[in-house]
Structure formats: C-alpha cells, structure tokens
C-alpha cells in the first residue's frame, strides 16, 4: 500500500478503545450516572475526563490532532454528547490550556490527569476519591 501504517502502539482506534475504556471504569467505579448527572456536574466530569484522554495520549506520543479527535469520540462514545456538543465542550478545554485562560477549567483537567495517573497505578480508590472531592467542592460552592 502507499500509505505508511502506524503501529499498532500509536493505534487511534485503540487508544479511542482503551479511553472509553478508562472512563467508563471510572464512572463506575465512582457511582456517576453521567446520564443523570446536573449540567454542571457533566461539565466537570467531561473536563475532568478531557484530563485523562489527554494524559493517556500523552502517555502513547500521541499528537495534538489525535487527542482532539480521540477526545471528540470519548465525548460521544461514553459520555453521550451529541456531536455538537462534544465539539463545543472539547474546545472549551483546548481552549482553557492557553495561559491566563480560565483557571477552574485548568485544574479540573490537572485534576483529570492526575486520575488518569491513579487508574494507571491501580489507584481506583485514590482515582474515586479525586472525582467525587471535585462533585463535593462544586455542590458545596454551587
């Protein structure tokens, strides 16, 4: 074939596989009903998840374009956005990561990194703990 394939390392549909993957295992694990969620507690969620999505391409040298594209589908695939609206909250993140951006989205990115960080040590309580303080900070503050 002309077109050089990409290992199966640095696969897009894998990677996309393994972060639906890590998020719905989090989810779970964390007794969040997406789905049922508040608006603002979906909007944590997804920029907390956006967090893990970047931090496991990250961690497969995966390329700006390719966690954007892989963040759209996680958005669709598990946390059931309509595209529009995985569009709209993905570049909200994208957008926050320029420096004097918005603060609060940053850290619950940070936040969502972190988690990815607990899950790949095994942490799930640590990873558990981490989502649910940010749902209690909010409602405490909300």
């Known amino acids: 074939m002309f077109w050089k394939r990409k ?3 640095h ?3 894998l990677r996309r596989e393994e972060c639906n993957r890590v998020v719905r295992a989090a989810l779970s694990a964390s007794g969040i009903e997406f789905d049922r ?3 603002l507690q979906q909007a944590l969620v997804g920029t ?3 967090g893990m999505i970047y931090a496991e391409c990250l961690a497969h040298s995966l ?3 390719e966690v954007h594209a892989i963040a759209l589908c996680v958005f669709q695939d598990t946390l059931h956005y309509t595209p529009e609206a995985a569009a709209q909250g993905v570049q909200a993140c994208i957008a926050s990561t320029d420096p004097g951006a918005h603060e609060t989205i940053r ?3 940070h936040r969502g990194i972190q ?3 607990q ?3 095994g942490d799930v309580d640590g990873l558990v703990a981490n989502l649910r303080d940010i749902l209690r900070q909010f409602a405490m503050n909300g």
Do not use: I, R, T
Request: no cysteine.
């Open 37 to 39: 969620a508040s608006l």
């Open 48 to 50: 907390f998840v956006f």
């Open 11 to 13: 696969s897009l549909l």
């Open 115 to 117: 988690g990815y960080a």
């Open 7 to 9: 290992s199966e390392k």
């Open 107 to 109: 850290l619950m990115m």
């Open 63 to 65: 390329q700006p374009p």
């Open 119 to 121: 899950h790949a040590a």
